[in-house]
């Protein structure tokens, strides 16, 4: 039963000794864990402040970022109208230097053609003309073949002579 009643001696010692480390922890420990904890406190705060700075700075990113989005969206668009106008531009201008071209190849095509036709005329003129000459000569031929044929070709010839 000794053990549950302490006697006043060891009272009185157990309190000596507890104030004696009363003192020595508020002379000596005390102030650096109130420091320390002051300063936890502090970073603590600074923390939180650092935590709302960057949220604040997150949010205008988010803007900036959505405005920046915006613009580009934009620019995209202008550029996806800009490249049209300048394919129906570059399609318009191909189709009339395709015209153009065409026109002018046709052209030269009736040129070369009315060329051709003319010189085909020409040539046939020429054989026409060849021809009539060879059965012309073959007719006198069979017309002169005999003397009296001559002779009565030469009086027709020279009758007409005196008509004119």
């Not at 604040?56 to 202008?78: G, P, T, Y």
């Not at 009296?148 to 005196?162: F, I, P, R, S």
């Amino acid at each position: 039963m000794e053990l549950v009643k302490p006697s006043i001696g060891l009272i009185f010692w157990m309190v000596v000794s507890f104030s004696i480390i009363l003192f020595l922890l508020r002379k000596f420990a005390w102030k650096p864990i109130l420091g320390m904890i002051k300063e936890r406190e502090l970073s603590i705060e600074n923390a939180l402040a650092a935590a709302e700075n960057a949220k604040a700075e997150m949010k205008a990113l988010q803007s900036n970022n959505e405005k920046i989005l915006a613009d580009a969206r934009s620019e995209r668009d202008q550029l996806l109208k800009d490249a049209r106008e300048i394919r129906e531009k570059m399609i318009a201008d191909a189709k009339g230097i395709a015209a153009k071209e065409g026109e002018r190849l046709l052209t030269i095509a009736r040129e070369n053609i009315q060329n051709e036709k003319m010189a085909a005329i020409t040539e046939l003129k020429n054989q026409v003309a060849t021809l009539s000459i060879e059965i012309a000569e073959k007719i006198l031929k069979s017309e002169l073949s005999s003397d009296e044929k001559q002779k009565t070709l030469v009086n027709t010839l020279l009758k007409d002579v005196n008509l004119n």
